[in-house]
């Protein structure tokens, strides 16, 4: 009797250690998605951190998780900087979307945290270690930003700020906006330094990460010409040219927006 227990106690805990295995197997051979990366947006010069709101709210709708970084605007290092350190508190992979300026931003930011899967530019500076904005602007035909800037704001430590004319800023920058929130936006731009859009890029990302372009055609801040040259220049997976679109078309056209910066996400965590 006490062998015939012995023997049935062997076989339960047998039969058990195979439902085990078979239970490990099964869930291995699930294909279980992986995590979604977070999404990262940077606004760039003369915006905020609202500028992303539809980009957000479309991004949020397909489950993404979502920061819209605080650029201060003070230089392309310390900006940079600030966004690698909100990077840094992310826990798993990260797409980061720059617009404008914020586009040098990414690019330096990016190059020391290997958990950025990919970069999208909007609108954005893409420049070469030891370019500036003011560079690449400068080399195309086409922008009218400096006609439209009011007279600098000196500051205490004798830096300048730099706004656009409110009068001014929807036909320079929002041109495809409804004109009452282009006037919202006017009132709440964020100034950049002017030393900020000359200094040189740190580091180029987007020679390592793979990076996405969306841009308007009648940009009148940073020329198309110039954007198109960037995109070639990075060997963009997709580039997207919006006719009529003005700079800002993260606000003009969200879900064009958002859905580039999926297929960014998509494409790269689909990867084995």
Same mark, same amino acid.
């Given at each position: ?5 012995? $023997? ?18 099964? @869930?291995?051979? $699930? ?9 990262? $947006? ?10 992303? #709101? ?9 489950? +993404?998780?979502?920061?819209?970084? %605080? #650029?201060? $605007? ?9 966004? /690698? ?15 404008? +300026? ?6 330096? %930011?990016?190059? !020391?945290?290997? &958990? ?14 030891? /370019?500036?904005? %003011? ?27 730099? +706004? ?5 800023? *929807? ?22 330094? /002017?030393?900020?859009? *000359? /200094? ?14 969306? +841009?308007?055609?009648?940009?009148? &801040? ?20 919006? !006719? ?13 927006? @958002? ?7 998509? %494409? ?5």
């Amino acid at each position: 009797m006490k062998k015939l227990s012995c $023997l049935v106690r062997a076989f339960v805990a047998a039969g058990v250690m195979a439902l085990q295995f078979l239970a490990a197997s099964s @869930a291995a051979a $699930l294909d279980v998605p992986a995590a979604k990366p977070t999404i990262v $947006l940077v606004h760039g010069a003369f915006a905020e951190s609202a500028s992303w #709101n539809d980009v957000a709210r479309e991004l949020g709708a397909r489950n +993404y998780p979502v920061i819209a970084a %605080a #650029n201060p $605007l003070r230089g392309v290092k310390t900006d940079a900087d600030h966004v /690698e350190a909100v990077i840094a508190a992310v826990q798993g992979s990260v797409v980061l979307v720059g617009h404008s +300026y914020g586009g040098s931003v990414i690019s330096a %930011a990016a190059a !020391k945290r290997p &958990n950025v899967l990919a970069l999208v530019f909007v609108s954005a500076f893409a420049p070469e270690a030891g /370019e500036s904005a %003011a560079d690449l602007s400068g080399r195309f035909p086409g922008s009218t930003l400096g006609s439209a800037l009011a007279p600098p704001v000196m500051l205490p430590d004798g830096s300048k700020d730099l +706004y656009i004319v409110q009068d001014k800023f *929807g036909k320079q920058f929002a041109a495809d906006v409804a004109p009452a929130v282009a006037r919202l936006m006017a009132v709440s731009q964020r100034p950049i330094t /002017e030393a900020a859009l *000359g /200094e040189p890029a740190p580091a180029a990302a987007w020679k390592t990460v793979p990076s996405w372009f969306i +841009y308007g055609d009648r940009d009148k &801040n940073i020329p198309p010409a110039a954007l198109a040259f960037m995109a070639e220049r990075a060997h963009s997976k997709k580039t997207v040219v919006v !006719k009529g679109a003005s700079h800002v078309v993260m606000t003009s056209r969200p879900k064009l927006v @958002a859905r580039l910066i999926v297929e960014a996400a998509e %494409a790269k965590t689909a990867q084995p």
